[in-house]
């Protein structure tokens, strides 16, 4: 945990700062990796909440800080968001780059677990980068974050990874984060076609350990207590059958988690992209500051 | 002007539609082209004004489109914005790809005026192509907008040709245009490298056919009566000194026009990007929203 931030650029947004930094990953097996961290003006002043936005297939860090439209809210709520990269980089394993939805080629198709599978365990464990090593990093570097109050959202890969994450946490009574929303979420992983490959592919146990460990329809029904979750998705999302987001509310509701408790928006038209995102950008940052700042 | 819109994408954005278009181009010399339109929802019940976006260097017709910010306040608004490219593409002229700051190569540094160098005057008319071709192909293919309410804005090189067509327009009496912004303009490109090399390349005339028709803080110093001017730079912008605002500031102020008329805003800190951009967006988007609406 020991990793040192470097400073790749900075730029003022928002009266706030975006700044992309390089660290030398030891959770990712000793690679570098870069995220974006958007500091509201506040943070001058004194420790600020964070949101952890996770990005989609193909993406990096920067579709979210540059597409996402987040910021203009967040900085009026006074909130950080950090923006990690999907995936290791540069890992050399053989095949990595062969597909597009899985490994790193064109996808960056991390998955937000921690690989078991032998052949990706030493690199493969966004899961553990993003929840723990980035924390740690941010802190041990002085960044005025105040992790304690911390919240989690994502699109489509980045969905499931923001769900299962939320879910795991609450279920091991970690209480990591304190809400959680999702844009197109990959909702039922263990049943479609990109997370059965990134099951089988990344995990000695396949779908069924992906299944078990990793499936936010799963992962629902097993949470004792109130939790607060926000999606939205489009009718137009011609991934839905990748998505399932009715078999998550079907499995929330069938848990007892109510309308208030978990919200799942359906709007009329919307497609996959980064235009329907930032058309509720906005609902997603004041979700999330009820929270943040409660 | 009889060129057919043939539809590449569309999405739902805002509750309008963003879509890209693909033409064949004539005024740029049989080529195609691509733009992005924003039509907001209240395009459905009849004709909207429109504000024309122009990139800068290295963009294409998604920079503004993904990453500026605009289409929030003009869906509330109810106004459209117009992305153009930037520049020709595949006219395959030697040497046009050579350059990151002149033809195409990585650039895209059309420069927003008609080329009178026979080697580029074929095909390098994004002037004709911003204010008459893509005004024509739209009406004619009967989307509701009503270009009798146009303004126009842009960034860095973009800025320049917002400027340069609103003035010229001026100082025909056409009056094409009812507002004008920019962010980061180049304000003086005949004292500038890029706008020189621009110049020279393009122009029999050179530098001083540019000074002449295309120079922002010539221009200014020529127009009778009222104009509209907002413009906002920063001072972190490393590209400062290719724009000279000051310049601009000073040549309008000495030709008569004030703070009411050119305002020119200097942000503390702010560089040349798309985050400063989308940091001010909704100030331009409602600035002109004042003309476009009155």
Chains 1, 2 share one sequence.
């Not at 009715?246 to 992209?273: I, M, N, P, T, W």
């Amino acid at each position: 945990m020991a990793a040192t931030l470097e400073t790749v650029s900075s730029s003022k947004h928002h009266e706030g700062t975006l700044t992309k930094y390089k660290i030398r990953s030891i959770v990712l097996g000793d690679l570098d990796t870069q995220f974006n961290l958007f500091l509201p003006a506040n943070a001058a002043q004194g420790k600020v909440p964070v949101l952890v936005y996770l990005a989609g297939l193909t993406c990096t860090e920067d579709n979210g800080a540059q597409k996402g439209g987040f910021m203009r809210d967040a900085a009026t709520e006074g909130i950080a968001i950090l923006f990690p990269d999907t995936s290791p980089r540069g890992a050399g394993i053989e095949d990595e780059t062969a597909a597009w939805d899985f490994g790193v080629g064109k996808s960056g198709a991390g998955f937000y677990l921690n690989a078991t599978r032998s052949k990706w365990s030493k690199h493969y464990n966004m899961l553990d980068h993003v929840t723990k090593e980035l924390p740690a990093v941010i802190e041990a570097a002085g960044i005025p974050i105040d992790f304690s109050r911390q919240s989690i959202f994502g699109h489509s890969m980045g969905g499931h990874g923001a769900l299962t994450i939320y879910l795991n946490s609450l279920i091991l009574g970690a209480k990591q984060y304190r809400s959680c929303s999702a844009f197109s979420p990959i909702c039922e992983p263990s049943a479609v076609p990109w997370g059965q490959k990134a099951f089988r592919g990344y995990l000695a146990g396949g779908v069924e350990e992906g299944k078990a460990n990793y499936d936010a329809s799963v992962l629902v029904g097993k949470v004792k207590g109130a939790i607060n979750i926000l999606i939205d998705y489009g009718t137009a999302d011609t991934f839905l059958y990748q998505l399932h987001p009715e078999v998550f509310l079907k499995a929330a509701r069938d848990a007892g988690h109510d309308e208030v408790q978990v919200r799942v928006r359906c709007h009329e038209g919307y497609d996959h992209s980064y235009y329907f995102i930032s058309s509720f950008a906005s609902d997603h940052i004041h979700f999330h500051a009820n929270f943040l700042k409660a």
